[in-house]
Antibody, heavy 119, light 107 residues
Framework: EVQLAESGGGLVQPGGSRRLSCAAS????????VSWVRQTPGKGLEWVAN????????HFVDSVRGRFTISRDNAKNSVYLQINSLRDEDTAVYYC????????????WGQGTLVTVSS | DIQMTQSPSSLSASVGDRVTITCRAS??????LNWYQQKPGKAPNLLIY???SLQSGVPSRFSGSGSGTDFTLTISSLQPEDFATYYC?????????FGQGTKVEIK
């Protein structure tokens, strides 16, 4: 069974940082792109970033480029999202998501981790 | 960036109704269009990928169609468990983008 589990969320002050983790199991993690998607409270979904299989290719939405970084450790079946210079508008539930079957759709999602930016 | 526009933003329907949600892309995305269902407090769930392919385990009352810029999600006979919010999402290019969502409520 494909499983994803995020961790690392919490309350952060504006300008602060946090490292989010996504631990994967049950599929060929090393052969999958992984994305982070966020959802602000009561609002819609926003794709944030993704990383390719060996970590050599990364993409970011404009609103986080230069503040967020993404990395992975295939030996640990994990992906990380380092979120820096946090702003109020970064408050959201952060999900990791994967296309485990090559469909170009995200067929597996974690349960999400909430990041709250507030003083 | 490719903008995705869904309509309607919300709708009220009864069990057994046929429901149609549309999604329009700001430029052609071929058939790289996915649909997700999300219930409160849960992660999104992939329903349809590649415009019309049904994800494993998804009931056949869900179907998708379209190409280029105009796409449709149809629920042939609405069931109680289908009351949720539905999102389209393009996988043609980065940044990946979502529609704003369509909330399907009980009439």
């Amino acid at each position: 069974e494909v499983q994803l589990a995020e961790s690392g969320g919490g309350l952060v002050q504006p300008g602060g940082s946090r490292r989010l983790s996504c631990a994967a199991s049950g599929f060929a993690f090393y052969s999958s792109w992984v994305s982070w998607v966020r959802q602000t409270p009561g609002k819609g979904l926003e794709w944030v970033a993704n990383i390719n299989q060996d970590g050599s290719e990364k993409h970011f939405v404009d609103s986080v480029r230069g503040r967020f970084t993404i990395s992975r450790d295939n030996a640990k079946n994990s992906v990380y999202l380092q979120i820096n210079s946090l702003r109020d508008e970064d408050t959201a539930v952060y999900y990791c998501a994967v296309d485990s079957s090559g469909s170009y759709g995200w067929d597996s999602w974690g349960q999400g981790t909430l990041v709250t930016v507030s003083s | 960036d490719i903008q995705m526009t869904q309509s309607p933003s919300s709708l009220s329907a009864s069990v057994g109704d046929r429901v149609t949600i549309t999604c329009r892309a700001s430029q052609s995305i071929s058939r790289y269009l996915n649909w997700y269902q999300q219930k409160p407090g849960k992660a999104p769930n992939l329903l349809i990928y590649g415009t019309s392919s049904l994800q494993s385990g998804v009931p056949s009352r869900f179907s998708g169609s379209g190409s280029g810029t105009d796409f449709t999600l149809t629920i042939s006979s609405l069931q109680p468990e289908d009351f949720a919010t539905y999102y389209c999402q393009q996988s043609d290019s980065v940044p990946r983008t979502f529609g704003q969502g369509t909330k399907v409520e009980i009439k």
